[in-house]
């Protein structure tokens, strides 16, 4: 429940009518209509603690806060309706404030290591939080990205996660950083496939075909297409040429080797799109230029090997290749 939420349900929260005579103070709630609940003190101090928190709470939050926590350190024995109310409305601002400094570590500071460990805070205070499931799916990729996969086990967790609330039709209270709900999801996956490429390939290959089904900035990314292209190669490419190779090569021909040579040229059709997409999305960028170098050199090994060591249409492939919808995996 956010704090708006709060004020809210409690109509008005609370209303006060203070007249300070001897040290002496009223607080009025609208606890009834037919009679007014009265707090009597000689405590210049509380009233005027509570007189801060009251008139801050809904204009100035952050002063009602500290005037909450005075309150509430001072009288902390106190178990009337008006301690009860300040301890509701400074768990939730405390809430909200672990809610948001998250996406500070994630998004600004890129502190990944606080970033997971308030997570599980936040999470602890509203497990379906789905603000925090995507900040703590990006914060893995991020992570990812800078050579530190200590957190893929986890961000996958909080990513999947993720998906499956957007999908179901939740949102967040906030897209951003991402510019809505396709580029939200474009980004979970990828995160995903980032995270699965060394364990798991082949699940690897169905991320990023699924991300690029979405709009965003990913389908024009080349680095896109090279994670693609090194799943095809160290998923089903190394797993069906181990297969050929124990049961197949350098043995008469039969149906089921044939079978296997088909398969195997399947995926080496796939890898050659996905490093043709790769090439191509480069362009003449300047950063790019050693990765396409890389790419096209081995894109060219594969497609001589299926083109009877020819080059011919390389050329041509590479130009049309982004123009084209995504293969499906084999």
């Known amino acids: 429940m956010r704090i708006r939420g ?37 405590d210049e101090v509380k009233v005027n603690i509570y007189t801060k928190f009251a008139n801050n709470y809904k204009t100035n939050r952050d002063v009602a806060y500290q005037a909450g926590k005075d309150y509430l350190q001072r009288y902390a024995k106190d178990n009337d309706q008006y301690a009860n ?12 404030q672990r809610q948001r400094q998250l996406r500070d570590l994630v998004y600004s500071d890129r502190n990944f290591v606080e970033a997971f460990k308030l997570g599980k805070q936040v999470l602890a205070d509203e497990p379906d939080y ?27 967790g909080y990513a999947k996660k993720a998906i499956q609330f957007i999908e179901g039709g939740k949102s967040p209270d906030n ?30 290959i169905a991320d990023v075909i699924k991300a690029v089904q979405f709009e965003s900035e990913l389908k024009r990314l080349p680095a896109t297409y090279y994670f693609l292209a090194a799943a095809y190669e160290t ?22 080797g044939k079978q296997a040579v088909e ?26 230029a050693q990765n396409k170098t890389t790419w096209l050199n081995r894109l060219t090994v594969l497609y001589k090997f299926r083109h009877a060591d020819s080059d011919a249409g ?5 130009a049309s290749a982004l123009s084209k919808p995504l293969p499906p995996a084999p």
């Open 175 to 204: 897209w951003a950083p991402f510019k809505g709900k396709d580029d939200t999801l474009a980004y979970l996956y990828y995160t995903l496939a980032l995270m699965n490429l060394k364990s798991a390939p082949n699940q690897a």
């Open 235 to 256: 998923g089903p490419y190394k797993t069906l040429s181990a297969d050929y190779q124990k049961n197949f090569a350098d043995k008469p021909e039969t149906p089921e």
């Open 314 to 318: 390389l050329k041509e492939l590479i």
């Open 85 to 96: 109310y300040i301890r509701e409305w400074v768990a939730i601002y405390e809430k909200e």
């Open 263 to 288: 398969k195997l040229n399947q995926v080496i059709d796939r890898t050659i799109d996905a490093y043709a997409r790769a090439v191509s999305a480069a362009g003449d960028d300047p950063k790019n």
């Open 130 to 156: 789905l603000d925090a499931l995507i900040a703590l799916g990006n914060a893995g990729y991020l992570a990812a990205g800078a050579r530190n996969e200590s957190f893929n086990a986890e961000a996958i």
């Open 6 to 42: 709060l004020v809210q349900l409690v109509a008005g929260a609370i209303i006060l009518t203070l007249s300070v005579t001897s040290f002496s103070a009223r607080a009025q709630t609208p606890a009834t209509k037919t009679q007014t609940t009265v707090q009597e003190t000689d």
